[in-house]
């Protein structure tokens, strides 16, 4: 068994698999079933802020450049 969303959805699914013995002549079928719960969270690409040019010269440093991260699933 293969359970794939469809591209940019997300949330939670219950899925029932029931499997089924047709038994054989005198003996009745049998069968057996489970469910479970399947979620499934957004993934979105990670952002990061612009960063203005900078220069520096040879063997010199900078101070701090500033600049945003972010990530929606954290």
């Known amino acids: 068994m293969f359970v794939q969303p469809a591209a940019g959805q997300s949330g939670s699914a219950v899925i029932t698999i029931?499997?089924?013995?047709?038994?054989?002549?005198?003996?009745?079928?049998?069968?057996?079933?489970?469910?479970?719960?399947?979620t499934v969270s957004a993934n979105?690409?990670?952002?990061?802020?612009?960063?203005?040019?900078?220069?520096?010269?040879?063997?010199?440093?900078?101070?701090a450049v500033p600049f945003t991260v972010g990530d929606a699933e954290t």
């Not at 013995?21 to 399947?38: E, H, I, N, W, Y």
């Not at 960063?51 to 101070?63: K, L, Y």
Request: net charge neutral.
């Open 18 to 38: 029931t499997v089924t013995d047709t038994g054989t002549p005198g003996s009745p079928a049998k069968s057996a079933s489970t469910s479970f719960t399947v």
């Open 44 to 63: 979105q690409a990670p952002t990061i802020s612009s960063v203005a040019a900078q220069t520096v010269g040879r063997d010199g440093t900078t101070a």
